[in-house]
């Protein structure tokens, strides 16, 4: 069908006016004709300039020989080059990104004559992409770093922990007191920490931290509360004067932090040759004591929770006794393994329910009683994890004793 007068007149104002560059080539590549925004795409004011020309007069040989395939395919296919990214280079030496498509031109009977071509420069839009894949490069290197880093911080923090325990007696092929733990961080590093001085042969003195939150803040905490802790050794015999020192130390750094921190901690004593504990309570959740087949709070209900440490200078942190039988064992856990849940305390523990936990793996010992309590606390709750670190420390007095 013939163009009408009104087709081209349609078709004249619309290669005016489009502002994405479009030409058409003869079977040599060479241009028939351009639009003004093709014009002003190849460097001429003028849209005739460029009839009888081609791409190598206007672009490096590179791009032209790249462009003259493209079109050669596209006659020889009979099929259209849709949107390609291209990058041309002008002599001058600007670079510019172009999304190209590529049509067969025919003529009346249906021959393929030449080729017709439409450009959109895209170059914000690339160089946006670029530095968007640049950032995401960097950012996933950065990823891997911190990955790695986290890793080493990992591996520190399980040295930071106990790696055996020490015999009461010294040497004891069979000590007098057996000790067991479970440490879960809720990440790759956590903000529980536990240590067992020893304080005589039959003495011995047993802390366990929970820095408030979790992660690398909570972490960096609880390394520098490892030295702390090391440095309070000539005062563990007495646990009102190992907690009023630990948080004279950690209240001196911890007020200088421009976010509140605090931790709570429980000091405990065991004198096996008086069968004696001694504890002092800074905020933390009460051990349990079991004997037989009981489980109760560690001192019976004593009241023996004061303020976590850190948080003012000169707390007091009253010692309490009681007994220590052989058999006994004693749990030190953080709270973590009781508030599962911000946003719902019904999931929580209270002491009844952990009481009654307690009560069904006391028959068990070391690890596997740890690991049972841990199965049942997930079972009860229905959870498969702990949103919070856990850290859970048994010490029992050897009934073989």
């Given at each position: 069908m013939p163009i009408s007068p009104f087709d081209n007149q349609m078709l004249t104002a619309l290669m005016a006016n489009i502002p994405d560059p479009v030409y058409f080539k003869d079977l040599e590549g060479r241009f028939l004709s351009v639009n003004p925004a093709c014009a002003r795409h190849l460097g001429i004011g003028d849209p005739t300039l460029s009839v009888g020309k081609t791409d190598f007069d206007f672009f490096l040989k590179e791009h032209a020989e790249e462009a003259h395939q493209d079109e050669q395919w596209v006659l020889t296919t009979g099929q259209p080059l849709v949107a390609k990214l291209e990058k041309e280079t002008l002599p001058c030496g600007n670079v510019k990104w172009v999304s190209t498509t590529k049509i067969p031109l025919k003529?009346?009977?249906?021959?393929?004559?030449g080729t017709c071509g439409i450009s959109r420069d895209v170059t914000d839009e690339h160089e946006k992409n670029e530095k968007?894949?640049?950032?995401?490069?960097?950012?996933?290197?950065?990823?891997?770093?911190?990955?790695?880093?986290?890793?080493?911080?990992?591996?520190?923090?399980?040295?930071l922990l106990p790696q055996e325990y020490p015999a009461f007696p010294p040497g004891a092929a069979d000590s007098e007191l057996l000790f067991a733990h479970r440490y879960i961080p809720s990440g790759q590093v956590g903000g529980d920490f536990f240590s067992i001085i020893p304080i005589g042969e039959?003495?011995?003195?047993?802390?366990?931290?929970?820095?408030?939150?979790?992660?690398?803040?909570?972490?960096?905490i609880t390394a520098m509360q490892r030295i702390i802790v090391d440095e309070m050794t000539p005062k563990a015999h007495s646990p009102t004067l190992f907690l009023e020192g630990l948080n004279?130390?950690?209240?001196?750094?911890?007020?200088?932090l421009p976010t509140p921190i605090f931790i709570t901690a429980i000091y405990a004593t065991l004198d096996t040759a008086n069968r004696q504990i001694r504890f002092a309570n800074a905020g933390h959740p009460q051990p349990l004591h079991m004997r037989g087949n009981t489980v109760e709070l560690l001192g019976n209900h004593i009241p023996a929770t004061t303020l976590p440490l850190g948080m003012i200078e000169d707390p007091v942190y009253p010692t309490k006794e009681t007994l220590f039988n052989?058999?006994?064992?004693?749990?030190?856990?953080?709270?973590?393994?009781?508030?599962?849940?911000?946003?719902?305390?019904?999931?929580?523990?209270?002491?009844d329910t952990l009481l009654a936990l307690v009560q069904k793996c006391s028959s068990l010992h070391g690890e596997e009683f740890l690991n049972a309590l841990i199965d049942s606390v997930k079972i009860h709750t229905k959870q498969k994890s702990f949103p919070d670190d856990i850290c859970l420390l048994s010490a029992e007095f050897n009934a073989q004793n």
């Amino acid at each position: 069908m013939p163009i009408s007068p009104f087709d081209n007149q349609m078709l004249t104002a619309l290669m005016a006016n489009i502002p994405d560059p479009v030409y058409f080539k003869d079977l040599e590549g060479r241009f028939l004709s351009v639009n003004p925004a093709c014009a002003r795409h190849l460097g001429i004011g003028d849209p005739t300039l460029s009839v009888g020309k081609t791409d190598f007069d206007f672009f490096l040989k590179e791009h032209a020989e790249e462009a003259h395939q493209d079109e050669q395919w596209v006659l020889t296919t009979g099929q259209p080059l849709v949107a390609k990214l291209e990058k041309e280079t002008l002599p001058c030496g600007n670079v510019k990104w172009v999304s190209t498509t590529k049509i067969p031109l025919k003529d009346a009977s249906g021959k393929i004559i030449g080729t017709c071509g439409i450009s959109r420069d895209v170059t914000d839009e690339h160089e946006k992409n670029e530095k968007l894949r640049e950032y995401a490069e960097q950012l996933a290197e950065k990823q891997n770093q911190i990955e790695e880093e986290l890793s080493f911080a990992t591996e520190i923090q399980r040295t930071l922990l106990p790696q055996e325990y020490p015999a009461f007696p010294p040497g004891a092929a069979d000590s007098e007191l057996l000790f067991a733990h479970r440490y879960i961080p809720s990440g790759q590093v956590g903000g529980d920490f536990f240590s067992i001085i020893p304080i005589g042969e039959h003495k011995a003195g047993i802390v366990l931290c929970d820095v408030m939150g979790h992660g690398v803040h909570a972490a960096l905490i609880t390394a520098m509360q490892r030295i702390i802790v090391d440095e309070m050794t000539p005062k563990a015999h007495s646990p009102t004067l190992f907690l009023e020192g630990l948080n004279r130390r950690l209240h001196e750094i911890l007020r200088r932090l421009p976010t509140p921190i605090f931790i709570t901690a429980i000091y405990a004593t065991l004198d096996t040759a008086n069968r004696q504990i001694r504890f002092a309570n800074a905020g933390h959740p009460q051990p349990l004591h079991m004997r037989g087949n009981t489980v109760e709070l560690l001192g019976n209900h004593i009241p023996a929770t004061t303020l976590p440490l850190g948080m003012i200078e000169d707390p007091v942190y009253p010692t309490k006794e009681t007994l220590f039988n052989p058999g006994d064992k004693l749990l030190l856990f953080t709270d973590g393994l009781c508030d599962l849940d911000a946003d719902d305390e019904v999931n929580n523990l209270d002491n009844d329910t952990l009481l009654a936990l307690v009560q069904k793996c006391s028959s068990l010992h070391g690890e596997e009683f740890l690991n049972a309590l841990i199965d049942s606390v997930k079972i009860h709750t229905k959870q498969k994890s702990f949103p919070d670190d856990i850290c859970l420390l048994s010490a029992e007095f050897n009934a073989q004793n």
